[in-house]
């Protein structure tokens, strides 16, 4: 049913929200690539827009995305009040600035920080600013140690797995710093202790441990990583901080994981970062990182603005950005509180196990992860079926509507495909009893595709 509007002056309805007017349809086509020549009424534009916009795909169905699709309507609205609020004014939105603050220390404390009320951090918006400042600050840090020694300092290198995400080449990219990367090896898909410390050296500015990893949800052993570095330390004196690259699992461990150590209570750990629209349950884009104590971010890399009359220190890649999702990631932390987070993780981890079981019951395929770190997981196809491959799966999960994401890993195991669920906030079992009968529907399409082909293969040899 068309929505009503006003008439106009010349006394005609001339807007019908369902459909752009004929006149539109039969004139000029909008210019996609230029500027019209003239205005559009707002309704006409909207609905044009609009139209566009639904090809692209069902968010809910999108089982690839880590980012939130779902939020409270309460939420909403305040992101709605917030919309032309600019974080960077602290002086005009005093109220915006100090959520910010208060969101630090929450997290401060949540990754057990020594001193969460003088906590250093900031919001950014995502896990990449965030990965660029954490990055930054152990650069620097790294910088005035050598330059204290009397030593050079242009050859800084990072220490990583393979399986990061694509934030530390840009990081390691955009501030020259050499990557050395651990690839992958068997049945190890991420960053080893024992194979960190063996790229180590006077250079390196830090090690990444990341929780968990984006390949197949799995955490990189954090503890075991600081406790060789401790070792290496006393071996040979070189100290490296670890930056924990939390951007999933920052939310996800601290209330479904209390007994890993993984953050602060690590006194190697110098900084983290989350993405706040991850399993922090905010829309896109917000992202936080926070340090252990000021020494741990140089001095020199803040820059104060004005606050009140006040002066404010923020560390930024951005000037303006939008304040609404820190405040919308401040209403989901006092809704939910500790004991709202925990259910919502601990559910989503419930959804992935279980998935994940019915999955690897259904036959052809084997499990790379389980869902029990990040609620997300990966899976191959088991050895001997060579008929389709996960590609196939996916494109035809597609035509269903499911964004179900198969890709190659990365050096050494470049022969692996497979598939991954990420199971976030609104996946639900009933959902994904729905993915299980769609996945066996296709699976036995594809395997009478690939039984006909084989007739008809043999019965064009038959012929000749
Ligand atoms: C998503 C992700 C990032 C990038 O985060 P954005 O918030 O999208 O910028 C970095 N590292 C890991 C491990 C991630 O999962």
């Known amino acids: 049913m068309p929505l009503k509007h006003p008439q106009t002056s010349n006394g005609s309805t001339n807007v019908n929200l369902s459909l752009p007017p004929v006149s539109m349809l039969e004139g000029e086509r909008v210019p996609r690539h230029t500027l019209p020549k003239g205005e559009l009424p707002p309704d006409v534009a909207y609905q044009i827009i609009h139209d566009e916009l639904m090809i692209d795909g069902n968010a809910r169905l999108n089982l690839a995305t880590f980012v939130t699709t779902w939020m409270e309507p309460q939420a909403r609205s305040l992101m709605d009040e917030c919309l032309d609020k600019n974080m960077i004014d602290k002086d005009e939105y005093p109220q915006t600035a100090e959520i910010e603050t208060r969101c630090v220390n929450i997290l401060s404390t949540l990754w057990h920080a020594p001193d969460a009320v003088q906590a250093t951090g900031c919001s950014t918006t995502g896990s990449s600013e965030a990965a660029m400042l954490g990055g930054l600050a152990l650069k620097r840090r790294w910088q005035h140690k050598r330059e204290a020694q009397g030593k050079p300092t242009d050859k800084p290198n990072l220490v990583m797995g393979i399986n990061v995400q694509v934030c530390w080449e840009k990081f390691a990219n955009y501030w020259d710093v050499e990557m050395r990367l651990v690839p992958m090896e068997g049945d190890r898909f991420t960053l080893s202790a024992e194979e960190a410390v063996k790229r180590c050296g006077e250079n390196t500015i830090g090690v990444v441990a990341i929780l968990g990893s984006t390949f197949d949800g799995s ?5 075991e990583i600081c406790a060789a570095l401790d070792q290496y330390e006393s071996d040979t004196g070189i100290d490296v901080p670890v930056h924990v690259d939390g951007a999933s699992g920052a939310f996800v461990a601290p209330f479904v994981d209390p007994d890993l150590k993984w953050d602060f209570q690590l006194p190697r750990v110098a900084s983290i970062n989350a993405s706040g629209h991850k399993y922090g349950l905010v829309y896109p884009g917000v992202g936080w990182v926070v340090w252990r104590d000021a020494d741990a971010l140089p001095e020199e890399l803040i820059f104060w603005v004005n606050y009140l009359g006040d002066n404010m220190p923020t560390f930024a890649l951005n000037f303006s950005r939008p304040g609404a999702q820190v405040v919308a990631q ?3 932390f006092l809704r939910l509180g500790f004991g709202g987070y925990a259910a919502v993780q601990g559910y989503a981890r419930e959804v992935a196990t279980r998935l994940a079981g019915e999955i690897e019951k259904l036959g052809p395929f084997e499990l790379l992860t389980r869902g ?9 196809l088991a050895d001997g079926i060579d008929h389709y491959t996960v590609f196939d799966l996916s494109n035809a999960l597609r035509a269903r509507g499911w964004q179900l994401p198969a890709y190659t890993f990365p050096k050494n195991r470049t022969d692996l495909a497979a598939l991954r669920v990420v199971v976030r906030r609104g996946v639900t079992h009933d959902l994904s009893d ?6 066996k529907r296709e699976l036995a399409v594809l395997d009478k595709q690939s039984a006909a082909v084989h007739t008809s293969e043999n019965s064009t040899s038959f012929h000749h």
Do not use: G, M, Q, T
Not at 219 to 223: I, K, L, Q, T
Not at 372 to 378: C, G, H, N, S
């Open 434 to 439: 729905l993915l299980i009968s769609d996945i």
């Open 330 to 332: 401040y209403y989901n």
């Open 372 to 380: 029990d770190a990040l609620p997300v997981f990966a899976f191959k």
């Open 219 to 223: 955490y990189e052993p954090v503890e």
